[in-house]
């Protein structure tokens, strides 16, 4: 049984989440004030997942602010950079607005902010 | 002269639930000024997410927060005037601003909200040595160029101070594909919050330095270089302890500081602890009927308690509206051991309603008590795991306990 110490990044408190690993899965966690923070601790040990937000050049040449609507494998965000650095859309756009279907795993890359 | 009933001074977080809740308090007209063209303030460039966790349950982008609270504006008959700057405000509640439609005016208020916000400490407060190359920002600067204009202020950065925007911008930039070669703190604690601390910088190994600042800036037309040392207790560069980094980019995320100017010079008293205005429970500052909220008065970790604190203003600017002036009936609030600021600094002690006191402390502090007394009376403590500058505190003062205070008030961290 292997012993990880994390922090848990779901809300500011920063909870410290003390994890028993076995077999590759968490089988005790203690230190977390909240369901979230279970949650994050399972899947960090197994596969940490982050939501990536950036930036997308429209063809105005506005930045638009960006995120995925879900997180992605903290291996793959360089990959999901690669691509965010690839697209363009066009103004005006809403926040919510699709730039990106599945950009990795199911999850899209929406508008974070509105640019008229 | 134009006439409001309210005028808020800022358009940023602050003034944005400022606005909103004095309408919603009765306060039926309303003004914002804006300086940038659009509402928002510094949530238009903050692009990461983690706002309004607090508030709204859910993880939003900077501009997503903003949106919630500018669509609430729009929904309500408040006037907004962007791209206008406020250059004087005086005492008799007059506001002297200008913009390019209606040349230099003046705005008579009723009541007036300051929520000009803050502004970043620049490398001039902090004495480093070394010539003046280019390549050198505060890290709010490095975040507009990047997630507004859209271009990289550099490719190789060191970053000084780990406030929350400097570790922001750390991962912003290696996103981006810079090499963030380091990020220095002075203190032997970081002022950013934990949850920055991994996922800004663990997650892309980027190392933290504590105790370590920067000796030098090499570097003629464009930074090439910077030295960082170890420092000690005294915070002293210790000789021999020198690292050298190559790099294009230094970045300075080394604190914020209330935006105050227009607060001074109408002559509303300052705390030199906040650097923003002393003021009562009700945000009102020592000019009846002059409020204040958000970072221009005490910087905040948070948005969500800027739009919480802001809310308490809007709704005491109302009131003072409407109802007239209030008279104050206060204690003062004062910051004691361990405790480096306490806000509200004024408390009324005939209020029927609870008073939430917030404050910082000086120093990590672990298995500490919180203590708030008046002379030897303990009124209020609470045992406290781990107290940390980075994170502010709050202690909730009932009205019950508030008709036990006959004097004034000190806070204090003991057992430390």
Known sequence: MEKVNLTCIECPMGCRIEVEVENGKAVSITGNSCPRGKMYAENEVVCPMRVVTST?????????????????????????????????????????????????????LVASGNVD | MMNYDIVVIGGGPAGLAAAISAYDSGAKNILILEREDKLGGILNQCIHNGFGLTRFKESLSGPEYAYRFIEE????????????????LSKDKKVTAINSENGVFTVKAKAIILAMGCRER??????????????????????????????????????????????????RMTLEGAKVHAVCEIMPYSSGLKRNIVQCLDDFGIPLYLNHTITKIEGKERVTAVEISEVDEKRKPIKGTEMRFECDTVLFSVGLIPENELTKNAGISLSNRTRGAIVSQNRETDVPGIFACG?????????????????????????????GEKEH????????????????????????????????????????????????????????????????????????????IDGDLTLSLEGA
């Open chain 2, 122 to 171: 620049s490398r001039g407060a902090l004495n480093i040595a070394g010539s003046r190359p280019a390549g050198i920002y505060s890290a709010g600067t490095a975040q507009k160029y990047v997630n507004i204009k859209g271009y990289m202020p550099g490719k190789s950065v060191v970053i000084l101070g780990s406030g929350d925007i400097g570790l922001i911008m750390a991962r």
């Open chain 2, 295 to 323: 970072n221009v008065l005490h910087v905040h970790d948070l948005v969500d308690f800027v739009s919480e604190e802001s809310e308490l203003a809007g709704k005491s600017a109302a009131d003072y509206v409407i109802n």
């Open chain 2, 329 to 404: 009936n206060s204690v003062n609030c004062i910051n004691g051991k361990n405790i480096s600021y306490v806000l509200p600094q004024k408390i009324d002690t005939d209020l029927e309603e609870n008073v939430k006191v917030f404050f910082r402390v000086s120093g990590t502090f672990k298995n500490c008590t919180f203590k708030l007394s008046c002379g030897d009376k303990v009124i209020i403590e609470r045992k406290k795991k781990i107290a940390v500058p980075g994170e502010m505190e709050t202690l909730l003062i009932t009205s019950d306990k508030l008709k036990e």
């Open chain 2, 73 to 88: 504006v729009k929904n309500r008959d408040i006037d907004v005037f962007l791209n206008t700057t406020v250059i004087s």
């Open chain 1, 56 to 108: 997308v050049r429209s063809k105005s040449g506005k930045m638009v602010p960006v995120k995925t609507d879900k997180p992605v494998k903290k291996a793959l965000i360089f990959e999901v950079m690669k691509t965010i650095n690839s697209l363009s859309c066009n103004t005006p756009i809403r926040i919510g607005d699709i730039i990106c279907e599945n950009i990795s795993d199911g999850a899209n």
